[in-house]
């Protein structure tokens, strides 16, 4: 519930991420425990002193108490449109100048050199090789985004790893797969005897939907033009 209306829920969710019983949680504020059950039941509104304390003693984010606003610890989401430009960016300038990439050096010029003459309406088109170059630096902007509200570390860890090791199986031949979870290695096909046809093959290929799998489909280097 947003708004004031669920500030005692949002309390009482704190109280509980921090492991303390209700009135630990009101001494380590110098608040007493009629108070804090007051506010979580809805009886009582906190005043300023109050949500000062309890952001100071937890590193809580007074917008998110007040009326639900980004996270418990005050992370925002990451733009992943903006951020996919960033990384190419970045991904253009390795190549350019680490890699020696003749092309990227070519467009970093052009973008950045006195007199840019690169229309920035074109910058999408010329950056997606380079994008795709950065692929893993996009998927941490997207594992963090879809791990930020996830108040135990832990979980937060351990979420972010399960869906990474997800999306590189996705992308692994089907064949490594197998091996993997260790079913045994497709037997030779025979051929055929003379005079008989052998029966249609239908090819059923492996889909594991992973988070962030929609935003990258190529090498993990640029290809020249």
């Known amino acids: 519930m947003g708004g004031l209306e669920g500030l005692g829920s949002r309390l009482a969710e704190l109280v509980k991420a921090t492991g303390l019983s209700q009135g630990n949680f009101a001494a380590r504020i110098d608040a007493s425990p009629a108070f804090m059950s007051d506010i979580i039941r809805g009886v009582k509104r906190p005043g300023a002193e109050f949500l000062y304390r309890i952001r100071e003693a937890f590193g809580v984010s007074v917008d998110w108490l007040l009326d639900g606003s980004g996270t418990m610890r005050g992370e925002q989401a990451v733009s992943i449109e903006t951020f996919k430009f960033i990384a190419a960016q970045v991904m253009l300038a390795r190549f350019a100048k680490i890699e020696g990439d003749p092309e990227a050096a070519k467009l970093l010029s052009g973008m950045t050199g006195v007199g840019a003459s690169i229309d920035t309406g074109d910058l999408g088109d010329l950056l997606k090789p380079y994008l795709k170059a950065g692929e893993e630096i996009v998927l941490a902007a997207i594992l963090y985004n879809g791990h930020i509200a996830t108040t135990d570390s832990a979980e937060r860890i351990s979420g972010a790893l399960n869906t990474a090791a997800a999306y590189y199986d996705s992308k ?54």
């Open 172 to 225: 692994r031949p089907l064949d490594v797969l197998k091996a993997a979870m260790g079913e045994q290695p497709t037997a030779p096909e025979s051929k055929p005897a003379a005079g008989k046809s052998r029966p249609a093959q239908q090819n059923i290929g492996l889909s594991v939907k992973a988070a962030g799998r929609d935003y990258f489909e190529g090498s993990k280097k640029p290809k020249s033009k």
